[in-house]
């Protein structure tokens, strides 16, 4: 009975323990993801000579989230096929 309980216990510490290390790099994943998208908005900036207007930056990088969130739907309700 012992040994079955302490069986237990050590199969949710690993259950825990891979939960904590999916979640960190579901995490990591998705800081990267992001920071691409950003940086590439900022590099077009650059290159169109609108690093210095705000405005024009600020257009790029709210229509590369927005477009980065329909892609995501698109892929999560069609999938890939």
């Known amino acids: 009975m012992l040994g079955l309980l302490n069986d ?3 199969d949710s510490m690993r259950k825990r323990r ?3 290390i999916l979640t960190s790099c579901v995490l990591q ?11 590439v ?3 077009v900036a ?4 609108a690093s210095n207007n705000d405005a024009i ?3 790029l990088l709210s229509s590369t989230l927005f477009m980065n969130g ?6 999560v ?4 096929r």
Do not use: P, R
């Open 8 to 10: 237990l216990l050590i």
């Open 18 to 20: 891979l939960n904590v």
């Open 29 to 39: 994943q998705g800081l990267l993801a992001l920071s691409g998208s950003l940086v």
């Open 41 to 43: 908005a900022l590099l």
């Open 46 to 49: 650059e290159a169109v000579c």
């Open 57 to 59: 930056k600020t257009k």
């Open 70 to 75: 329909v892609t995501t739907l698109l892929q």
């Open 77 to 80: 309700i069609l999938g890939i």
